[in-house]
């Protein structure tokens, strides 16, 4: 099973900031969110490595 990173934790891997992040997913380079809750928000890990990786 994929775990789920919150927004600090995807900030802490890309070392990128938060507007920059949402930049990327409003753009399509950056995997979007997925809905968690009532207003949370996540990102599928595998999803966020699988970025990661391509950018290497």
Do not use: H
């Not at 994929?2 to 891997?13: F, G, M, P, T, W």
């Not at 950056?30 to 599928?44: D, H, L, S, Y």
């Amino acid at each position: 099973m994929d775990s789920i990173l919150r927004l600090r934790e995807v900030l802490r891997i890309c070392g990128a900031s938060r507007s920059s992040v949402y930049l990327w997913v409003n753009a399509g380079i950056f995997p979007p969110p997925i809905k968690i809750g009532a207003r949370a928000v996540g990102w599928r890990r595998s999803a966020v490595q699988k970025w990661l990786d391509e950018r290497s």
